[in-house]
């Protein structure tokens, strides 16, 4: 099992932007597929997006393409999620979760490591 901690959360007004981080203890990081999660308020947990071991082949929901970019440094332990143009409906707890091997993975379920979330709120 490998330990999470997400960071970076916060207040920020429509547009604007914010970089979540998830530092990961434990020597076999760079084995596990991370990903980010969110969920809203009397809403299911939902994917938002992944990356593999290598940091190659990240995918993301249709809801955040071409806002929010999923990356990783395996030298630190940590991934990061960059969340721009952020919209009122982006307001969430946002999750990171890690799992061993599999390729486009989406559901929840299928992670078996989680952190304890990070509040992002952004106001109209």
């Known amino acids: 099992q490998v330990q999470l901690v997400e960071s970076g959360g916060g207040l920020v007004q429509a547009g604007g932007s914010l970089r979540l981080s998830c530092a990961a203890s434990g020597r076999t990081f760079s084995s596990y597929v991370m990903g980010w999660f969110r969920q809203a308020p009397g809403k299911e947990r939902e994917f938002v997006a992944a990356?593999?071991?290598?940091?190659?082949?990240?995918y993301y929901a249709d809801s955040v393409k071409g806002r929010f970019t999923i990356s990783r440094d395996n030298a630190k332990n940590t991934m990061y999620l960059q969340m721009n143009s952020l919209k009122p409906e982006d307001t969430a707890v946002y999750y990171c979760?890690?799992?061993?091997?599999?390729?486009?993975?989406?559901?929840?379920?299928?992670?078996?490591?989680w952190g304890q979330g990070t509040q992002v709120t952004v106001s109209s």
């Open positions: 979760a890690a799992r061993l091997g599999g390729t486009y993975i989406k559901s929840p379920a299928d992670f078996g490591s």
């Open positions: 990356i593999s071991w290598s940091g190659g082949n990240p």
